[in-house]
C-alpha cells in the first residue's frame, strides 16, 4: 500500500468512526485511574495518550492462562512464541520490536540486559490486579526501551477483612494448576500473599517442517512454583510504606543442542510515599529485577548460564501547582548486571537520569510536555522529549495530537557478547533512536466508549546483523491506525480492536520491505453475556500474513482463532469455569518452526467465600 493510499485509509477511517458516534452528550463512565501514562495516577479522561487496561475481572472473564494470552485482547499487541507454555515469548506493540517495549511491574522495570526483552513467558497470572499498555514512544518519562509503548503489570493489593481464595484448574495435556490467595487487611496495614504450582506435559514444540532446527519429537513440558506477597501500611497520615517480595522458579523443556532450562524470576521493591496537604506527593523506591537461567543438555550437563540483574533506584515529587497545572519532577539510577559461564567483555552498566512534566488545562484545552535526560557509562548522553494536547468538544467527543521522541539502549549481546568465527561484539553501538507523532479522537457512549488513532513512528540507528557483527545500519517507519470500542448490545457487553500498519523498511537496500513478524493487521472481538448465575462469552482473534526475513521471501501465513468460555456460580463461595480454546482447531504459528496448541481445554474451580 502506497503512503497516500494508507493516508486516504486513515482519514476513510476517522470519519467512520466519528459520524455515527458523537452522540454520547449524556454518557456516563466511571473513571478509569491509570498509573503507566504519566507516572503518576491520572483519570484516564486527562491523559493525553492511548491506555489500555485489564482489570482482575476482565482476567477472571477471560480465563487467561498466561500474560502473553490476556494481552491478545489488547489492539495493536502482536505475539510470537516458541511453541506452548514457558516457550520463548515476543511482545511487539504497534510494529515496534520485541525488546522496544517497556515492561514494568510495580513500577519495577524487568527487562533483560543480555537481550533487551521481558519473560512473559514465566510471569504469573494469579497475582495481577491489573495491567495498563501505554501505546506509542514513552521514553521522555521512562528512558529506554520505550519505544512501542509501555506494559506495566500491577499485583494485587490487600482489601479491608479477610478474604482467601483458592483455585484449582485442570487441562489439556495433563495440565493442572494450584493457587492460593490470601488478602487482607485493617485501617493501617493490608497484605496479599499468592502462592502457586503449575504444570504441564504440552506438546511437541518443534514443527521440522516448517523451519525448526533441531527435530526432537517429544512434548516439551513446563513447571513452574511462584510466591509473592505484596504488603503496606500507613505509618502516618500523611506516609504510606509497601514492599513488594516475588518470585517464580520453574523447569522448561525445548528443542535444541540444550533442551532444558531451569529459571528463576524475582521481583523486589521497597516504596514510601509522603503527602503534603493534597498539593504535593513524594515517592522513593527501590527495586531488583532478577532473571536468570541455567540452560542443560539432554544428559543433563549444564551448557549456557545468564543471571541478569537490574537494580533501579527512583525520586519522584508531583506537586500542584495550580487548581489546573501539575508539575512532576524524578531522579532515577539504574544499574544493569549481568553473570554468565560465557566470557563478556563486560558485566554491568550504570544509567542516571533526571525527569520532568507538566500538565496544564486551560478551559476545554489541555497541554502536556516532558523532557528526559539519560546519561549511561556506555554511550553517553540521550535526551528525550514529548508534547501533547488535547481539545474537549461539547458533544463529548476529544482530539489530542502529540510528538514524542525515544530510544533504546543497545543490550549486553550487542556491546560484549563473547568473539567468535560468526561473531564480534560492537562496543561503540549507538542507541535506537525514534520519533514518534500521533493524532487521536476518542469519544463515549451512554454504555462504553470508543477511540481512533493514527501513528506514525520513524526508528533510525536500528541495530542489526552485520557479518561479522552488530551495526547501527537500518531505519524503519511504522505507520498504523488503531480502532477500540466498548458498548453494549442487547445485553451482550461487546468490545472489540482493529489495528492497521505499515511496518516498512527504511533501508536503501530494503526500502519498503515488510519489517520481520510484523503482521499488516490485528484485530479481536470480545462477546460476553450475563444471565443469572451464568456467564458466557467468545473471543474472535485474528493476525495478517507476517514475514520472517528482511527481504520478504519467507512467509508465515495469517490465522484467526475462536476461544469460548463460561462459567456458573455453584453458589455465593464457589464458582466453576471452563474454557475451549483454539475451538476450530487451527494449525498455525506465531515463530517459524514451532507449533502452536491446536484445541485445547481448560476447567476451574474457584473458592473464593464473601
Not at 537494580?311 to 501547582?321: K, P
Not at 501533547?388 to 549481546?413: D, I, M, Q, V
Not at 491506525?481 to 461487546?494: F, N
Not at 480492536?497 to 516498512?504: D, G, M, V
Amino acid at each position: 500500500m502506497k503512503t497516500h493510499h494508507f493516508w486516504v485509509v486513515s482519514t476513510t477511517i476517522l470519519s467512520l468512526a466519528i459520524s455515527p458516534l458523537v452522540v454520547a452528550d449524556d454518557a456516563t463512565q466511571l473513571d478509569t485511574v491509570v498509573v503507566t501514562a504519566d507516572r503518576k495516577a491520572r483519570s484516564v479522561d486527562d491523559t493525553l495518550v492511548p491506555v489500555s487496561v485489564l482489570t482482575r475481572k476482565d482476567i477472571e472473564r477471560y480465563q487467561a492462562s498466561s500474560v502473553q494470552e490476556l494481552l491478545t485482547h489488547i489492539g495493536g499487541v502482536s505475539i510470537s512464541n516458541n511453541g506452548g507454555a514457558g516457550q520463548l515469548t515476543g511482545v511487539r506493540l504497534r510494529g515496534a520490536n520485541s525488546n522496544q517495549t517497556l515492561v514494568l511491574v510495580d513500577g519495577i522495570k524487568i527487562n533483560m540486559a543480555s537481550a533487551g526483552l521481558a519473560s512473559f513467558e514465566h510471569l504469573p497470572i494469579d497475582n495481577i490486579e491489573r495491567i495498563e499498555v501505554v501505546h506509542g514512544s514513552r521514553s521522555s518519562l521512562y528512558g529506554s526501551e520505550a519505544i512501542g509503548g509501555v506494559i506495566q503489570i500491577f499485583t494485587r493489593k490487600g482489601k479491608t477483612g479477610f478474604h482467601p481464595e483458592v483455585s484449582v484448574q485442570a487441562g489439556s495435556h495433563n495440565s493442572y494448576k494450584l493457587n492460593t490467595n490470601l488478602n487482607g487487611g485493617n485501617g493501617t496495614t493490608w497484605y496479599n500473599l499468592n502462592v502457586g504450582k503449575e504444570q504441564t506435559d504440552g506438546f511437541n514444540a518443534c514443527n521440522p517442517s516448517k523451519g525448526c532446527f533441531v527435530n526432537e519429537p517429544d512434548k516439551d513440558g513446563y513447571q513452574r512454583q511462584t510466591a509473592s506477597l505484596r504488603a503496606g501500611h500507613k505509618v502516618t497520615q500523611q506516609t504510606d510504606a509497601e514492599l513488594l517480595v516475588s518470585q517464580t522458579s520453574g523447569d522448561v523443556q525445548y528443542d535444541g543442542a540444550t533442551n532444558q532450562a531451569d529459571t528463576v524470576q524475582q521481583i523486589s521493591s521497597i516504596k514510601i510515599k509522603h503527602s503534603f496537604k493534597d498539593r504535593a506527593v513524594i515517592s522513593a523506591q527501590l527495586g531488583q529485577a532478577t532473571d536468570k537461567a541455567t540452560n542443560h543438555t539432554a544428559s543433563g550437563a549444564t551448557s549456557g548460564r545468564y543471571d541478569n540483574r537490574r537494580h533501579t533506584a527512583n525520586l519522584q515529587a508531583d506537586v500542584q501547582t495550580s487548581p489546573n497545572g501539575n508539575l512532576t519532577l524524578g531522579l532515577e539510577q539504574q544499574t544493569d548486571k549481568l553473570s554468565s559461564d560465557l566470557a563478556y567483555s563486560r558485566t554491568s552498566r550504570d544509567n542516571k537520569a533526571v525527569f520532568a512534566s507538566y500538565q496544564h488545562k486551560l478551559g476545554q484545552n489541555k497541554v502536556e510536555i516532558a523532557a528526559r535526560h539519560d546519561h549511561n557509562e556506555q554511550f553517553g548522553s540521550k535526551n528525550t522529549g514529548s508534547i501533547s494536547l488535547g481539545h474537549e468538544f461539547n458533544n463529548g467527543l476529544r482530539a489530542t495530537a502529540s510528538y514524542a521522541t525515544a530510544f533504546k539502549a543497545p543490550t549486553f549481546n550487542d556491546l560484549y557478547y563473547p568473539s567468535s568465527a560468526y561473531y564480534q561484539p560492537n562496543p561503540n553501538l549507538h542507541p535506537e533512536n525514534a520519533r514518534n507523532v500521533e493524532l487521536g479522537l476518542s469519544g463515549k457512549l451512554t454504555k462504553g466508549q470508543w477511540s481512533v488513532n493514527a501513528f506514525q513512528n520513524r526508528i533510525d540507528d536500528l541495530i542489526v546483523y552485520d557479518f561479522p557483527t552488530m551495526k547501527n545500519l537500518d531505519k524503519a517507519q511504522i505507520k498504523g491506525i488503531e480502532t477500540t470500542a466498548t458498548t453494549q448490545i442487547a445485553g451482550l457487553k461487546v468490545q472489540g480492536n482493529l489495528t492497521l500498519q505499515q511496518p516498512e523498511n527504511r533501508t536503501d537496500t530494503l526500502n519498503g520491505k515488510q519489517l520481520s513478524y510484523r503482521p499488516k493487521q490485528l484485530a479481536s472481538v470480545d462477546v460476553d453475556k450475563s444471565a443469572g448465575k451464568w456467564t458466557v462469552g467468545a473471543t474472535v482473534r485474528g493476525e495478517s500474513k507476517r514475514y520472517t526475513n528482511a527481504t520478504n521471501t519467507d512467509i508465515l501465513a495469517g490465522y484467526g482463532t475462536v476461544d469460548l468460555r463460561a462459567s456458573y456460580a455453584l453458589n455465593k463461595d464457589w464458582t466453576v469455569g471452563a474454557k475451549l480454546a483454539n475451538v476450530l482447531d487451527k494449525d498455525y504459528q506465531t515463530n517459524k518452526g514451532y507449533n502452536q496448541d491446536g484445541i485445547n481445554g481448560l476447567i476451574t474451580l474457584k473458592y473464593a467465600p464473601h
